[in-house]
């Protein structure tokens, strides 16, 4: 496995192996990349393509922007908020494949305003349940001011993910990509669960608040 990793980052010319805890907290959980082969799995489901923008939060060091850009031709986005880490993944964009697709900013993920067209969202629990509240206003925020479908692909959810995710009326849940079976022990979080924020949803509850102010009128 180890190797297979440091195979894709020489493919792609990065670095990106390797965790780092230096700064973590009770709200901000430490960097480690997404796995290569969940990666893949992600690429090979259909769900993001050339046409997509896909926001990566706790992108870390970038190899979820660097990869998916390079083998879906998606235009990607990383957030990160470790001024150190970041380095790191500036300094792989003037060698990585792709880079001119893949763009990072530092900031703090509860305080970013989410483009118009983001339409894909990536999390690998880089943050605590509570700052993930604040992150979904976010891009209800921008879903409702930009109408359009939003998938959100979370890897290795925690039940308290799962839990807040189930309460938010905005979005359905879509599918999961298993990804046990790469890793030894068949661990039930090795998944990505697909949530939606589908444009029929929106379509259906403005005209829902049209009717309502007609009727009261």
């Not at 079976?181 to 379509?203: A, S, T, V």
Request: charged share 30%; aromatic share 14%.
């Amino acid at each position: 496995m180890e190797n297979y990793e440091k195979d894709r980052d020489r493919l792609l010319q990065i670095g990106t192996i390797g965790r780092d805890d230096v700064i973590a907290d009770e709200y901000r959980y430490p960097y480690e990349p997404t796995p290569y082969g969940v990666l893949e799995r992600l690429a090979d489901s259909g769900l993001v393509g050339q046409e997509d923008v896909l926001l990566d939060y706790g992108c870390g060091k970038g190899r979820v922007g660097f990869f998916l850009s390079h083998v879906t031709g998606a235009k990607t986005i990383g957030i990160e908020y470790d001024d150190r880490i970041f380095a790191t993944a500036m300094e792989n964009c003037k060698t990585a494949l792709c880079a001119g697709k893949t763009d990072f900013v530092l900031t703090r993920a509860e305080e970013y305003q989410v483009p118009g067209d983001v339409n894909r969202c990536y999390f690998f629990n880089p943050f605590s349940a509570e700052l993930l509240h604040t992150v979904m206003a976010r891009i209800l925020e921008s879903w409702y001011e930009e109408p359009r479908e939003i998938f959100l692909f979370f890897y290795y959810p925690s039940d308290e993910y799962i839990s807040y995710l189930m309460t938010v009326d905005e979005l359905e849940f879509y599918d999961e990509i298993e990804c046990d079976d790469l890793f030894d022990g068949k661990d039930p979080r090795e998944r990505i669960m697909i949530f939606q924020l589908p444009l029929d949803k929106y379509i259906a509850e403005f005209n829902a608040l049209v009717e309502k102010y007609r009727n009261e009128a």
